[in-house]
């Protein structure tokens, strides 16, 4: 029912996208409560690759969504997004060794420093 609930919360976020502007925060609202329940799915499976897989693909979604809207950004929890979705793939790459986290990282890294450095 939870991973339901976020794939809910995506499908909005990316129909408040295809919407006027003024419907931005609301898209980038249904991002980030998709983020919060990916959250609540890893508490009740901290061990599961596919949990963390959600995580970290649900930190990053709420993160481009902010970046893409610069006007609703919030800095603070674009790098904090950032940096969960990157610790997740990293955590992934360093267990199961496959090339699809470490691409996940390096694409992580290029947005990072094109928006922090």
Known sequence: ALRNLISMHG????VYLQMPMTFRQRAINCFVRMFNKSIELLRLDDSSPENMQIVA????????????SPEFCNQEQVETLL???YHFWKQLHERYGSDEYKEKCDQIE???SSIFE
Do not use: E, H, P, W
């Open 11 to 14: 499908k909005i976020g990316k």
């Open 110 to 112: 290029a947005v990072y």
């Open 57 to 68: 693909t649900s930190a990053y979604d709420a993160a481009v969504v902010q970046i893409a």
């Open 83 to 85: 940096n969960t979705s």
